[in-house]
């Protein structure tokens, strides 16, 4: 019964980690239809922020420079393509995939390296009688939560949400309303980074930081946003808690005890969130809480 | 849509002529070890001209390629392992006769991208990028899972012979001729295919796929039979890639392998179907030039990614067709 409890609190972690680069993921779909396969490249950087030693600086460092790092991209690449082909969007992000895993490597070598939770979390409490729980984990829960409900006051209760809602479906009209389209793709775009950025700092102390890693994370993603629907931060809430407990025993496997990871087993777990997302595409080919025509 | 142009015909004819000859070149030039990366050229060159027929003919973006090269890489790749060690696999007995391996491999290609393609058409646009790359990346972990064939650090075959019939093609260069004829063969079935009934459907779903099915075409069933063709001969590819190499390992099936075929038809140039075979061509070199000045080439083929697709978004073939244009 413990274990069982230990491992749904841990799905639920990990769950919220994949949240926080999916909501920036499916934000940047949903509005901007354009897809971005370097989202989990910000991923990486903020990472590479996380080892300046002092979390609280590195967490500000890493989400700031995830941010700012979209703000560029946006600005000098993504905005030239909104109106071309998917394709040319797959491939000018894969170029950029490749620039920032061989531009970490070429730093920080090719050497993994981990990162230290923050003093003050590194411990545990205890969340049931005999049942001892690393606080860190339950910190990411709990900022996962935090997210969401901000991101859900922002898209549903705010003017700029408003705009948001109408990018997806009006994009002209609401230009011809006076809105600043373009800005609003800028901020929703570096907004989607930063919490990619988040992400990365969070989740560093239980993974191996090396160049590389966010593309699982991405890959995550793309099914969270698949299995939910894009646009949707609703779908990639349910999304993201489903293939967080489903995918767990790999994730653990691969990340923290790599002897493990060698086993068979670990390897078909993570192949079995896939066919959650066959299951879905089945069922329900735009996703469980996708618009009806994307 | 573009019709079938004297200059492109003129193109295809005149690279494949030019990479018959590679081998013969660097053999004279004292540089014989190139001629594997030719036969690389040659099998990447392959898949990605398949790819190009679903992408630039079909309009399909797949960004799960790879999980076909490894299933072929996977089915040969395991008789042949078999072979060597005398063991059968579900009780039928390895082998690494190409001649058995190849077209298995090819039909193994086949039923995956029914399955596959099946699913992932269910759904469009964004959807079917992120759907393939998803499956993708099931396949790579379903290999990893291969304890038998070393999980995630695959395992060499380097005892296997290259059996092509009664003809041991050990022989780089003789493996290269081998090669060499799958793709010119492949690639005149391709040319035929893109322009008969079949494949005039499949360009046209391409071109508006509510009018293909207003006029009475099963648009999902002609998709998915030009996609399920695709895989086959990304499959097929990937055998050859495995015979090549004589390494079994699920890098076939990485997700950045996906990435790289979808460069390479890019280079190339998209719906040109040799363009996939240049793009593969471009790729390589660079490579094989810039390895010994530098580890991160992979950062320099990102960089003239970006270049490409916003300067030339037609690719090498683009550019070189613009050239003979400009002559008429």
């Known amino acids: ?294 | 849509m573009r019709s079938p142009s004297r200059w492109h015909v003129a193109l295809t004819v005149g690279f494949l002529a030019l990479l018959s000859v590679a081998p013969l070149w660097v053999d004279a030039s004292g540089r014989g070890y190139l001629v594997t990366v030719l036969t690389r050229v040659v099998i990447f060159g392959l898949a990605a001209m398949s790819l190009d027929f679903v992408m630039g003919y079909g309009g399909m973006v797949s960004l799960g390629h790879a999980a076909f090269l490894g299933a072929g890489a996977y089915t040969a790749g395991a008789l042949t392992y078999h072979s060597l060690d005398g063991s059968r696999l579900l009780g039928i007995p390895g082998t690494d006769q190409t001649l058995v391996t190849w077209p298995l491999a090819t039909v193994v290609g086949a039923l995956l991208g029914l399955v596959i393609g099946g699913l992932s058409l269910r759904t469009k646009g964004i959807y079917f990028i992120m759907a393939t790359l998803a499956f993708n990346q099931m396949i790579y972990f379903l290999f990893n899972a291969l304890e038998i064939y070393g999980g995630d650090d695959g395992v060499g075959l380097f005892a296997a012979r290259r059996a092509i019939g009664p003809l041991d093609a050990s022989d780089d260069t003789v493996f290269f001729y081998v090669c060499f004829a799958v793709l010119v063969a492949l690639a005149v079935i391709l040319n035929l295919v893109v322009r008969s009934p079949f494949g005039r459907v499949v360009r046209g779903c391409r071109s508006n796929m509510a009018r293909m099915a207003a006029l009475g075409y099963q648009t999902y069933r002609y998709r998915l039979a030009a996609f399920a063709l695709s895989a086959a001969i990304t499959s097929l590819a990937g055998a050859m890639a495995v015979t090549e190499s004589q390494f079994l390992s699920p890098s076939f099936a990485e997700w950045t392998e996906s990435g790289e075929l979808l460069v390479m038809v890019i280079v190339g140039g998209l719906g040109s179907l040799i363009g996939g075979v240049i793009g593969a061509g471009a790729l390589f070199l660079l490579e094989e030039l810039s390895i010994d000045i530098t580890d991160n080439w992979q950062f320099f083929v990102g960089v003239g990614l970006l270049a490409i697709v916003l300067g030339a978004p037609r690719g090498l073939t683009g550019v070189l067709l613009g050239l003979g244009r400009s002559h008429d």
């Not at chain 1, 989202?39 to 979390?55: K, Q």
């Not at chain 1, 600005?75 to 797959?90: A, F, P, S, T």
């Not at chain 1, 919490?195 to 989740?203: S, T």
């Open chain 1, 1 to 294: 019964m413990n274990l069982f409890i230990e491992q749904t609190l841990n799905g639920l972690q990990l769950g919220f980690t994949l949240l926080m680069v999916s909501a920036g993921l499916t934000l940047i779909f949903g509005i901007m239809n354009i897809i971005n396969l370097a989202h989990g490249s910000a991923f990486v950087a903020a990472d590479v922020g996380g080892r300046t030693g002092n979390y609280l600086l590195a967490l500000l460092a890493g989400i700031a420079g995830a941010a700012v790092a979209g703000l560029i991209v946006e600005l000098g690449l993504i905005r030239r393509l909104y109106h071309r082909d998917h394709l040319y969007q797959v491939l000018a992000t894969f170029a950029l995939v490749l620039i920032a895993n061989q531009a970490v490597q070429m730093i920080w070598g090719s050497t993994p390296r981990s990162v230290a939770a923050p003093e003050f979390l590194d411990r545990t409490v205890t969340v049931l009688p005999g049942l001892p729980y690393p606080a860190y984990r339950l910190a990411i829960t709990a900022t996962g939560i935090a997210v969401i409900v901000f991101l859900h006051l922002l898209v549903e209760r705010t003017r700029v949400g408003m705009w948001i809602r109408a990018g997806r479906t009006h994009r002209e009209l609401l230009g011809a309303f006076g809105v600043n389209v373009r800005l609003l793709y800028t901020l929703v775009f570096a907004v989607g980074a930063g919490l990619a950025g988040l992400a990365g700092v969070v989740a560093a102390p239980f993974l191996s930081v090396e160049s590389g890693i966010g593309d699982h994370f991405l890959i995550l993603s793309f099914v969270v946003i698949v299995v939910g629907g894009i646009g949707s931060l609703k779908g990639a809430l349910y999304g993201s808690l489903m293939l967080g407990r489903t995918y767990l025993p790999d994730l653990f496997g691969r990340f923290v005890d790599p002897s493990t990871a060698a086993t068979a087993g670990a390897s078909v777990a993570s192949a079995s969130i896939y066919l959650v997302m066959v299951v879905v595409l089945v069922v329900k080919p735009n996703g469980l809480f996708g618009l009806a025509d994307e």
